[in-house]
């Protein structure tokens, strides 16, 4: 049986975690690739927001090349996302592991 200060401690760990989610979830992650040549924002819930791509360095004819900038500046910023949310929870979980949180 759980102890009633222990059972206060989880349900304070469990209204910080989902505070620090809505923060998250409403903030802007940033990621490029090429050198800036694109660049990209998404929020927290990795919902794309905005890609910026310097027309002037990049050639159009090789599509496939500003595709895989693209990509790559998408995958930076998602990595910012998941970075930010793995030391968020560990911060308040305090390392503690808890399977299927976020």
């Not at 090349?65 to 970075?83: E, P, S, T």
């Amino acid at each position: 049986m759980i102890n009633p200060q222990m059972f206060k401690k989880i349900q304070k760990m469990q209204e910080d975690l989902k505070k620090a989610q809505n923060e998250i979830n409403n903030s802007t992650f940033y990621g490029q690739a090429g050198g800036s040549v694109v660049k990209v924002a998404v929020k927290g819930t990795k919902q794309v927001l905005s890609i910026d791509i310097k027309k002037e360095d990049v050639d159009m004819n090789d599509v496939e090349m500003l595709q895989d900038l693209i990509v790559v500046a998408l995958n930076d910023a998602f990595k910012r996302v998941d970075r930010e949310l793995e030391e968020t929870v560990g911060t308040l979980t305090q390392g503690i592991k808890m399977p299927g949180l976020f």
